[in-house]
């Protein structure tokens, strides 16, 4: 799971989130607790039935897109490095290939290629953008830099409907550029399947062979016909049955865990996000009393959480969970601290303390859970750390310390966000669980501008809870990535009645994203907008003005702190 609280960083203290309890936290945890065990092996990916398409990553920002819109397909889909080994995909038993786009040129000195197994395998293969241009260079045929670069929309101009990648299709359909480099001379045994204006060979192929080649990005949504040519390419060139479901996934979850874990005893951090709630209902599920839940009220949740994650677990789910409420001592870490990351770095100590101390309490501990994610995975494991810029370095996946004591286990790491809200309903979760937004490991700390008081946090409770109420109300909540107030360290002069108030100034986010990297300010109706700003002036003691941030990210982030 990637937050605006989880924003790259090169620092230890705060990489990415895990159910919502800050990653590192987790990994400290590891390092203090359990039995002397031996340092954590990886989970083996799925065994996935009879079928999975690879995607060869060499770099593109839509990489993971790719994986997503062929897991919609219901085909298991892995993305890797290009330079991965064939013994490690051999395993996952590929019906096809997938080559991503990517920044590099193929004509370059050092630009990463397909390995020889690709084509070896007589497997079939897509190429898009720079994978269509990766199998022109490798097959005999010619790229060279584009007399003029195309970025954008585009006109597909579909030139053999007969092929299997249109069936479906119309004969025009507008699709998404973004290259410089061209295809001059296809390699011998492809012919045009379609065109646009700017690019003559804009898609390839060679039946016979079953390889293809793309100049335009599929996997994005300004292609809106993309993922038809993905699920044709799936189904029709790669013959895939459509087997990778949540149902599987969860069946041959709950087989492993129980042969993974035997009788041995599972501790988990549990917070209410969905992450950790799956995760810990997953486990459950497989091993019932050997896990243990603990759930830290730190004093910095939002109004009611603790109770109602607390009556899901324990009282529906028959659940074993140790509740510690330990608020005043993290509001004692807090006292006098304004700077965020100081803010954020006492929270996390105080948690591993806390957790630390109770699950010495449990015993001989074995396993440590933790809500891995895929795209966690990828952005540590792939290519786009040699084919271009590394994004973010996860501790969970790709840094674990060497004298880590517990095991891991990691239930969702072959997941994407979207999966894991799809397996929280067929688990039987609460909706308003699964839907929870993103919220910060160091909960609303960091939403408290200035120094952390009980006072404050009450006032932010109170607006934060309208500004849910009504945007529930309004039916907008799922639409928005995350939304929810802000209480600033600002207060200025107001009228209410007849009397003059100097009270705080309340600012109020919502933002609309994928995946947190970027995100555009929600444009919230002026009529709901209203209704949130009276309320709460009106209800929350204390606050006589409400501002709207209409600030995306870049430049700003999504949090405030």
Not at 172 to 201: K, Q
Request: glycine content about 8%; charged content about 25%.
């Amino acid at each position: 799971m990637v937050s605006d609280s989880q924003k790259p960083t090169t620092e230890s203290h705060r990489v990415t989130t895990t159910g919502d309890i800050e990653v590192s936290t987790y990994l400290e945890i590891a390092k203090e607790i359990g039995g002397a065990q031996p340092a954590p092996a990886k989970e083996a990916a799925p065994e996935i039935e009879h079928e999975a398409i690879i995607v060869i990553d060499f770099g593109s920002q839509y990489n993971m897109l790719i994986a997503r819109r062929v897991r919609e397909s219901q085909v298991y889909c892995e993305l890797v490095p290009h330079d991965t080994p064939w013994e490690k995909i051999a395993a996952l038993n590929p019906k096809g290939f997938i080559l991503s786009g990517g920044p590099a040129s193929v004509y370059d000195s050092g630009a990463p290629l397909a390995p020889p197994y690709i084509y070896e395998s007589k497997l079939p293969v897509l190429g898009i953008c720079y994978g269509m241009q990766a199998i022109t260079q490798q097959l005999g045929g010619r790229v060279a830099p584009g007399a003029k670069r195309e970025y954008g929309h585009a006109v597909l101009h579909i030139s053999d409907s007969s092929s299997p990648l249109f069936t479906g299709l119309s004969e025009f359909t507008t699709v998404w550029m973004s290259h410089g480099d061209r295809i001059e001379e296809m390699p011998p045994g492809f012919r045009i399947l379609a065109y646009t204006e700017n690019s003559p060979i804009a898609v390839m192929g060679n039946d016979e062979k079953k390889i293809y080649g793309l100049q335009f990005h599929p996997e994005v949504v300004h292609t809106p016909e993309g993922k038809a040519i993905l699920k044709n390419f799936i189904y029709n060139v790669c013959g895939c049955k459509g087997n990778w479901t949540m149902g599987s996934f969860i069946n041959e979850s709950i087989a492993r865990i129980k042969e993974q874990v035997g009788d041995g005893k599972v501790i988990c951090a549990l917070s209410g996000g969905v992450d950790s709630s799956v995760v810990a209902t997953l486990i459950h599920r497989a091993i019932g009393n050997q896990l243990t839940c603990i759930f830290v009220n730190n004093g910095l949740l939002r109004r009611e959480e603790a109770e109602r994650t607390l009556n899901v677990f324990r009282a529906h789910l028959g659940m074993n969970i140790v509740y510690v409420d330990a608020t005043e001592r993290f509001l004692n870490r807090l006292k006098g601290v304004t700077d965020p990351e100081t803010k954020r770095k006492n929270v996390g100590d105080e948690f591993i303390k806390v957790f630390e101390e109770e699950a010495r309490k449990i015993g001989k501990v074995d396993f440590l859970a933790q809500g891995t994610l895929y795209p966690d995975v990828i952005e540590s494991v792939s290519s786009v750390s040699r084919a271009s810029a590394k994004i973010k370095t996860h501790h969970n996946v790709g840094g674990l310390p060497a004298k880590m004591t517990l095991k891991l286990i990691e239930p969702l790491r072959y997941l994407f966000k979207d999966e894991v809200r799809q397996v929280g309903l067929k688990l039987g979760l609460p909706e308003e669980m699964v839907w929870r937004q993103p919220f910060p490991g160091p909960g609303l700390s960091i939403r408290v501008i200035g120094e952390v008081t009980k006072e404050k946090l009450e006032i932010l409770r109170s607006a934060d809870w309208i500004v849910m109420n009504e945007i529930k109300k309004a039916k907008l909540y799922r639409q928005l990535w995350q939304s929810f107030a802000i209480l600033t360290d600002v207060k200025s002069v107001g009228v209410m009645g007849d009397f003059r108030t100097y009270g705080y100034l309340v600012a109020i986010r919502a933002v609309t994203s994928e995946d947190a990297m970027t995100a555009d300010w929600a444009r919230l109706p002026y009529d709901l907008l209203a209704r949130i700003s009276s309320r709460i002036v009106n209800e929350v003691p204390g606050v006589n003005r409400v501002v709207y941030d209409i600030t995306s990210k870049p430049p700003s982030t999504i949090e405030w702190e």
